[in-house]
């Protein structure tokens, strides 16, 4: 006859309840983790839908502060050397392109677009910025020799020592002929008024300006670039990108005194010592006599040195919308029929 304890009992039972609850507590999380596990899964595939789902014929954009590409599958930061996704074609000159929508931020073409090039007259465009946030158009300068710091090939606006003219009419003389002159007496001006001290040198001046260039140029965007000189003549250590002149491009059409400036192809000014000047624009697609002449154009600036090639940074408004072109390192032709022909391309999709 076998006997029991009832203490060995009780034990016996109470470790069988404890099991029994651990096995149900396991069980009822193991459920509950496959279910959380479902709706979780369920939520992201909805979300997933409603982005990829957009109306028929219309594309959609990640705006990531910078120019993006559409190409009706996907969206994103413009990427280097991406020509793949071009959404116009073209078969250009220029080693290093971009063109983009100013409405939507989308780049429409690119063509090594991140690519280091250099600047030439189209950094141009940077110092009359910069010359804008420190000088108001109205202010009255008088030319001194800081117009002897450029080089003996430079383009110039033929300015003379003694010559008083507005800042308005200084940036004329910078952007039409593209005075390298112009940049200077611009930048030296603006130095000793940054610094508060006109007892500064020329060269300090300019040091000063250029300065506040890169700080201009790196709050608008334009990361990859680094400008030496305010004519953007070749110097070491200068460069930028087509991508870069684009951003800052977009920023001379939101000024209102630069954007009037290049879109004119010639313009007569009276200076306040009383010279007459007269300057014609160096972009031939404003010029109405030339074959590249394209009466949607609206500016902006031309370039050339021995290190950046013929260049030309153009914007056009086409059917309500306003694009602008870049073009590095092409020829002294091709920079103007490479721009023809994306606008061409553009009006015609």
């Known amino acids: 006859m076998i006997s029991y ?9 109470r470790r069988k309840q404890v099991k029994r609850r651990r096995t149900f507590q396991r069980a009822v999380c193991i459920i509950l983790c496959l279910f959380m596990g479902a709706a979780v899964f369920g939520a992201v595939s909805l979300i997933s839908v409603g982005k990829e789902a957009s109306p028929p014929g219309k594309r959609s954009a990640e705006n990531t ?7 009706g599958r996907q969206s994103g930061r413009v990427s280097a050397n991406a020509n793949q996704n071009n959404l116009i074609s073209a078969d250009i000159t220029a080693e290093n392109a971009i063109v983009i ?6 780049a429409l073409y690119q063509k090594n677009s991140t690519d280091e090039v250099a600047p030439a007259s189209t950094a141009k465009m940077i110092t009359a910025l910069t010359a804008l946030d420190y000088c108001a158009p109205e202010d009255e300068l008088t030319v001194g020799g800081e117009i002897e710091m450029i080089q003996e090939d430079s383009s110039r606006a033929w300015l003379t020592r003694g010559d ?6 200084l940036l ?3 952007m039409l002929p593209s005075g390298n002159d112009a940049a200077y007496t611009l930048a030296v001006n603006a130095g000793k008024s940054i610094a508060g001290d006109n007892s500064l040198t020329n060269k300090q001046s300019v040091d000063i300006f250029m300065g506040k260039v890169n700080e201009k140029a790196r709050a608008l965007g334009a990361e990859k670039s680094n400008f030496v000189v305010p004519d953007g003549y070749d110097a070491e250590g200068q460069y930028t990108t087509a991508y870069d002149l684009a951003v800052i491009a977009k920023a001379c059409l939101d000024n209102p005194t630069i954007s009037e400036i290049v879109a004119s192809y010639t313009s007569y000014e009276k200076w306040v010592n009383g010279r007459e ?3 014609n624009n160096t972009n031939e697609l404003l010029n109405p006599d030339s074959q ?5 154009v609206i500016g902006l600036k031309t370039g050339n040195s021995s290190l950046s090639g013929a260049c030309l940074i153009s914007a056009a408004v086409i059917n309500g919308e306003t694009y602008i072109c870049v073009m590095m390192r092409s020829t ?3 920079r103007f029929q490479d721009s023809v022909d994306i606008y061409d391309e553009i009006k015609n999709q």
């Open 5 to 13: 304890n009832n203490n060995d009992y009780d034990k016996k039972s």
């Open 65 to 71: 502060g910078g120019f993006s590409q559409m190409n």
């Open 101 to 106: 929508n100013t409405g939507t931020d989308t």
């Open 164 to 169: 008083i003219l507005t800042v308005r009419q």
């Open 172 to 174: 004329i003389a910078l």
């Open 277 to 279: 000047v007269t300057y």
């Open 292 to 296: 590249y002449y394209r009466p949607e």
């Open 332 to 334: 002294k032709d091709a």
